[in-house]
């Protein structure tokens, strides 16, 4: 038949799913896989994959299952094999993104995740790997827009409202974060991050407002008097900071908190590094450190659990 007797030909139904041997041992993976045994889940969809390779379902599952086990080069040769099968499927893409971004291949993940939301602007698993990545890296303006995105898609999600009130908070936005845990609530009435965090955020609000918190960006170095010993972490803390290397402020600091425990502005110092690096409960320790040895000393409101 030429290429032009083919051209106008509507196109048949899709091959069939996979059948006999492949589907008895597929049944057999599925089983394994509920009962949480991914490893023999892992073998099992080996072989299926090996009786029906261009099944693109199979090939995305064998891809899902390494991802689970933590085993993350074979999950992105299993869903780069997928997506040879399936070049138009935005799931897949996503999936391909979520594993180079484990092995913090940032160029792959950016590239994967751009062709998911081409082929589908509104692929909600691309939608929040890219919110997720946007908060962990400390743009909570644009993970708050992506995770508004996703929760129109998802309006019944409790974990993209509570990611989207984690987001809030970092902005200032204390009455916005405050709705959108009390929307968590709603759905999840026992959710105990969203209540614990609207605890805090209504007893700061009945606080009295003539209790002034210190600036956020407060320099380590403003803890005052202190040893020599501790002094010297603490300077090694500002130089850092000052770099820009909030990892090694942070150590600096834990060393001096130790050396000083009675030294409120260094719990405070601490905090807002701590704060920074979205280690959210930690911070809240600190914070409550500082309010036990000085109780006007700091804002306690950093309650964001990392749930």
């Known amino acids: 038949m030429t290429k032009s007797e083919t051209r106008g030909r509507v196109p048949g139904p899709p091959p069939p799913g996979p059948s006999g041997p492949a589907l008895q041992v597929l049944k057999i993976a599925n089983e394994q896989f509920a009962r949480g045994d991914l490893k023999t889940s892992r073998v099992l ?43 138009s499927n ?71 409202w509570l990611a989207l009130a984690k987001c809030l908070f970092v902005l200032g936005d204390k009455a916005g974060a405050r709705s959108a845990f009390e929307r968590v609530l709603g759905l999840e009435p026992g959710n105990p991050i969203a209540r614990e965090n609207l605890a805090v955020l209504e007893a700061r609000a009945a606080a009295p407002a003539a209790v002034a918190a210190p600036e956020s960006s407060a320099s380590p170095s403003q803890a005052g008097p202190l040893s020599a010993d501790v002094a010297g972490w603490v300077a090694q803390a500002d130089a ?30 601490l905090a807002n590094i701590q704060t920074q690096l979205r280690q959210y409960p930690d911070a ?11 109780p006007t000393a700091v804002d306690t409101l950093v309650r964001l659990a990392s749930g």
């Open 240 to 269: 850092a900071v000052a770099r820009g290397e909030l990892p090694v402020a942070l150590a600096a600091l834990q060393q001096a908190a130790r050396h000083a425990a009675l030294c409120a502005p260094l719990w405070i110092a």
């Open 284 to 294: 809240l320790e600190s914070c409550l450190a500082a309010e036990a040895i000085q």
């Open 90 to 160: 935005a799931l897949l893409h996503a999936k391909l993104g979520a594993a180079c971004l484990s092995l913090q291949d940032l160029p792959a993940f950016d590239a994967a995740l751009e062709r998911a939301l081409v082929l589908d602007p509104n692929c909600a698993e691309a939608l929040q790997l890219l919110a997720n990545t946007s908060l962990q890296c400390g743009n909570a303006a644009q993970a708050a827009q992506l995770y508004q995105r996703l929760i129109a898609l998802k309006p019944d999600d409790p974990s993209a």
């Open 45 to 87: 969809l080996r072989a299926v994959v090996e009786l029906a390779p261009a099944e693109v379902l199979l090939v995305a599952s064998l891809g899902s299952v390494h991802f689970q086990l933590g085993e993350f080069q074979q999950a992105r040769r299993w869903f780069k094999e997928a997506i040879e099968l399936d070049h």
